[in-house]
């Protein structure tokens, strides 16, 4: 499915989603196809689910008209001992 069929399914819900197929243009991102593997109840569970991602999984809300993700670029990391 893409985002615009996810979102006329799914109005207004968090959602947890298997990303099958994106594109990276600039410092972003996209999703261009997915499958949706949950909906998700509140901010607080979207979070949690946030933070259990595996590989090409997201979580994203339905509010927003396109599905990007921002890359950073990180520079100088280094491990603490």
């Known amino acids: 499915m ?3 069929e996810v979102r006329k399914l799914y109005p207004h819900q968090w959602l947890k989603l298997k990303v099958l197929e994106n594109h990276i243009d600039n ?3 996209y999703i261009d196809e997915m499958e949706v593997i ?3 109840k509140s901010d ?7 933070g259990k991602c595996k590989e090409n999984e997201a979580v994203y809300h339905t509010y ?7 890359l950073k670029n990180i520079f100088g ?3 603490v001992r």
């Open 77 to 79: 990391y280094r491990k």
């Open 2 to 4: 893409n985002w615009q």
């Open 64 to 70: 927003h008209e396109e599905i990007y993700y921002k």
């Open 38 to 40: 949950e909906t998700i």
């Open 44 to 50: 607080i569970e979207a979070t949690r689910e946030l």
């Open 27 to 29: 410092d972003k991102e």
